[in-house]
């Protein structure tokens, strides 16, 4: 195909995780770089020619990294932080990304919205930015022996800067005329390398809500870099939201053409118009880059059919609507999948043809197909009617429920319902609890492992399971926990729990996505409406609540999380979906409470990963994932007590949301901020109970008694004791027993001080 077809970048771990696997080895010092570097470089020709395969005619390089991109852009930029500058080449690389004996790692963080964490450059007025340009130089030579011209991605200056620190935590952007001639003197060696070169430079910033001042830098900003050679076509690539205020600027830059997604902005169709007088190229997202479903061609085209009412066709270029970094790499592995659901799939090597087809029909009409492109093609009408009427999806029942379902909220206020629970609980002040998992031994792993392949008998699996339960919660009675949890040792992940034991749930073999480094997730997803066809926790529950005397909480992941860490079907809202699992888990904590559980936690460990990127889009959100939370717990009765946890210290924009969740107990993470973040909570006069976490459980260390009882008395300050639970900062199931029983007698032992003090 001619150059009309477009990808905005590809994924770089590997069809089997290759790459994450000789790092891993790497480090272990198991191979030397070079093995790396080899593993690298066929992967790379891999990709490449998987993109060529397939017609693609806009092809990146620079789009692979070892590690992070954003980490690559800061070293092209020789961003060091200075306590990294004796080492060298990967040592140097590795150690801001991981840290080393004697360097801690640079901090990480989420790109956008997505799961996929990159490293946050840390910034100096010391810094002496020099170019580094060999990686992208090298690699677009890496490309053309292979016979492709690639179109060089970059990291843009500005987005650069928005996802930067300082150290001295000043504004990043002042630092723009430092980095602004390192990118000119890149895109100078760039235009060397060819008679035309194509640069990819992504902005996703320019996707959320700017400042006047940042806006007011992208004219000069690209004026500049559009001049350094008449060489370079320049594509401003935005992405997972829209970039309208951007866009207006950047028609009035030489630059040669924007790339908007228009899956997740639709908004910009009202920045064609504008584009068009502009004369520049429109790269559109249209391919979902994001997301797992087969494209629907039939609407994509039709959506192609409304772009080009306004946009010339010559100057349409037809593109995945981000990176495909954010999809599992092929389906070619999902050998034990619901062949039906299959169908129903695409993967980064799937979503190529996609692109690829689009292109050919938009441009030159079905007929130009050749015969496997025309097979493709028939086959995705087919599975696109087949997912839209089929029984394993569309489910009445669920429907209808849905529709009807009227208990938008639990009995009782919470004033009402605290002083009840306190009567009948007759916990104490500053009671002590855990937030769910215990350490997850090898043996409880293997043991999972063995039951899921068959291996051992339900009988077998069960026996160890409880023992686990029993040893869990003997350890916590002799400890002096006061609400104990089972330990949740039957649980590999707290989504995929629950997704396998729902109805409209499914899980891939081979489905990984990089989340950070070597490391890759494998979410669910979910295809169909969803339901629970029986209980989910109770056996496990009751069972651990019937060896002990003291109160056992159930735990239970919430609608919101168990959305936001899967891949969504998109035939439906959001909302909707988020609905029908607060649904059937309120029928969870129906049964767990009919079967005598007091305490019952629904964790919403990934509430604020949902927030949409700009802010006339908070409220929508808020408001259903705050019914959705309301609908899970609506079944409570006013006795039972109703706990969440999430795994964040920064509550200061949401805490009138967390507030309307109405959970009588939060735990949260503030271990590592004092007390500082907790004053939220009293400044805004939150009358519910509040568990921060008092020692931080992401690493192995144990806290000192004397530790604790300070920051319990810093806790204090802010909320009174009666308010105040005290409990570590998150689960445990990482850590290892020895250091988790340490931690938590040390703990036990503070409050029992304080308590005495106090008293
Ligand atoms: N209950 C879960 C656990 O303890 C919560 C984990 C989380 O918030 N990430 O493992
Ligand atoms: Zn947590």
């Known amino acids: 195909m001619s150059k009309k077809s477009y990808v905005v970048g590809f994924p770089r771990i590997g069809e089997q995780r290759e790459l994450k696997k000789v790092l891993e080895s790497f480090w272990a010092n198991n191979c030397s770089f070079d093995e790396v570097e080899k593993v690298a470089g066929d992967l790379k020709k891999r990709h490449w020619s998987y993109q060529k395969k397939a017609g693609i005619g806009y092809i990146s390089s620079n789009d692979f990294s070892f590690y992070d991109n954003v980490l690559d852009t800061a070293v092209m930029l020789n961003a060091i932080p200075k306590r990294f500058k004796d080492l060298k080449n990967e040592e140097l690389y590795f150690s801001m990304a991981r840290g080393s004996k004697d360097c801690v790692a640079m901090e990480m963080t989420k790109w956008f919205n997505t799961n996929y964490h990159y490293i946050v450059p840390e910034l100096s007025l010391e810094d002496e930015y020099k170019l580094n340009a060999s990686k992208i130089l090298n690699e677009y030579q890496e490309a053309k022996e292979q016979g492709i011209k690639t179109k060089i991605n970059l990291i843009g200056p500005l987005t650069f800067l928005a996802l930067s620190k300082r150290v001295d935590r000043k504004d990043t952007f002042a630092l723009l005329n430092k980095i602004l001639p390192i990118y000119e003197e890149l895109l100078k060696e760039i235009a060397l390398l060819d008679e035309v070169v194509t640069v990819q430079i992504d902005e996703p910033v320019f996707a959320k809500d700017n400042e006047v001042k940042v806006l007011s830098l992208i004219k000069p900003t690209y004026d500049r870099l559009s001049s350094v050679s008449n060489n370079l076509k320049i594509i401003v690539t935005t992405y997972f939201e829209h970039s309208n205020e951007a866009t207006k600027i950047l028609i009035h830059t030489p630059i040669w053409g924007v790339g908007l997604d228009f899956l997740y902005g639709k908004e910009n169709l009202e920045s064609l118009e504008l584009i068009e007088k502009s004369d520049k190229k429109l790269i559109a997202g249209i391919v979902d880059g994001r997301n797992i479903w087969k494209n629907n061609i039939q609407n994509s085209l039709e959506l192609l059919a409304l772009i080009s009412k306004d946009i010339k066709k010559e100057n349409i270029i037809i593109s995945s609507s981000c990176s495909l970094l954010h999809t599992p790499f092929t389906l070619k592995y999902e050998v034990t999948m619901d062949e039906n659901i299959k169908t129903w799939l695409s993967y980064a090597v799937e979503k190529l043809d996609e692109v690829n087809i689009l292109t050919k029909v938009f441009f030159e009409g079905v007929n130009s197909l050749n015969n496997k492109e025309n097979k493709i ?78 291996e051992i008998s339900k009988n077998d699996y069960e026996t160890q399971m409880k023992r686990y339960i029993d040893d869990c919660i003997s350890f916590q009675e002799e400890c002096g926990i006061e609400v104990l949890v089972h330990g949740e040792p039957e649980r590999n992940d707290m989504v995929e729990y629950f997704g396998e034991q729902l109805k409209g749930y499914g899980f891939s073999k081979n489905g990984w996505v990089q989340s950070y480094g070597s490391r890759c997730v494998k979410p669910p997803f979910i295809y169909g409406d969803i339901s629970r066809p029986k209980a989910m926790t109770v056996d496990w529950i009751t069972y651990a609540q019937s060896k002990t005397d003291k109160i056992m909480k159930g735990m239970l992941t919430g609608p919101v999380t168990i959305l936001n860490w899967s891949f969504v079907r998109d035939d439906k809202p959001r909302d909707e979906v988020s609905k029908q699992i607060a649904i059937a888990l309120s029928d969870e904590i129906n049964d767990l409470q009919n079967a005598g559980i007091k305490i019952i936690q629904v964790d ?59 959970a009588d107990v939060i735990s949260i993470e503030t271990a590592r901020s004092g007390n500082e973040l907790l004053k939220i909570f009293k400044e805004v006069g939150y009358k519910q109970e509040v568990g921060p976490g008092i020692y931080d459980i992401h690493s192995p260390r144990v806290p000192s008694i004397e530790e604790m009882v300070n920051q319990i008395k810093l806790l204090l300050e802010v909320l009174p004791k009666n308010q105040l639970w005290i409990n570590p900062d998150c689960g445990l199931k990482t850590r290892k027993w020895e250091e988790t029983k340490l931690s938590l007698q040390n703990m036990v032992e503070a409050v029992n001080y304080i308590r005495k003090e106090n008293r």
């Open 604 to 662: 919403e460990a990934a509430f604020k990963e949902g927030y949409p990127l700009r802010r006339e889009k908070i409220k929508d959100y808020e408001n259903w994932a705050v019914r959705d939370f309301k609908i899970a717990v609506s079944s409570s009765k006013k006795q039972t007590q109703i706990h969440t946890h999430m795994c964040y210290s920064e509550f200061n924009d949401i805490i009138k949301t967390i507030e309307n969740m109405d």
């Open 377 to 454: 093609y028939e086959e995705n009408i087919q599975a696109n009617h087949s997912r839209k009427i089929s029984a394993l999806i569309h489910d009445e029942t669920v429907q209808n429920r849905v529709h009807e379902f009227s208990k938008l909220q639990r009995e009782g206020k919470y004033k009402d319902r605290i002083k009840l629970q306190k009567e009948i609980l007759k916990y104490k002040d500053l009671a002590i609890t855990t937030i769910g998992s215990f350490p997850q031994t090898p043996e409880v792993r293997i043991a999972r492992k063995d039951y899921k392949n068959n």
